[in-house]
């Protein structure tokens, strides 16, 4: 069972950053963490992952301008966002899923990012 517990949420100029956090209860090496965000009235959409490996992946929207990355020792991972737009305004919740015979699949409650001048 991971629990995970996401930080750094808050409101930011457009053009500003912030860095989210995601912290784990026990080891995520093993799993494939996420970012995901969701806007009002939209569907959750991807953003960002990482496998255990370190490979990334990110939405279209947000590439060049987010990078996620992870700390195995910390079981934490990180989704630093840079140049951030309006558009960008969601609730941002990580993802974590482990691969296997049985397919676990593990969301944390999600922190508000508001882009507003």
């Known amino acids: 069972q991971v629990q995970l517990v996401e930080s750094g949420g808050g409101l930011v100029q457009p053009g500003g950053s912030l860095r989210l956090s995601c912290a784990a209860t026990g080891s995520i090496v093993s799993h494939t963490m996420g970012w995901y965000r969701q806007a009002p009235g939209k569907q959750r959409e991807l953003v960002a992952t990482?496998?255990?490996?370190?490979?990334?992946d990110y939405a279209d929207s947000v590439k060049g301008r987010f990078t996620i990355s992870r700390d195995n020792a910390k079981n934490t991972v990180f989704l630093q966002m840079n140049s951030l737009k309006p558009e960008d305004t969601a609730v941002y919740y990580c993802n974590a899923v482990r691969w296997g015979g049985v397919v676990l699949s593990y969301w944390g409650q999600g922190t508000q990012v508001t882009v507003s001048s």
């Open positions: 990482i496998l255990s490996g370190g490979s990334t």
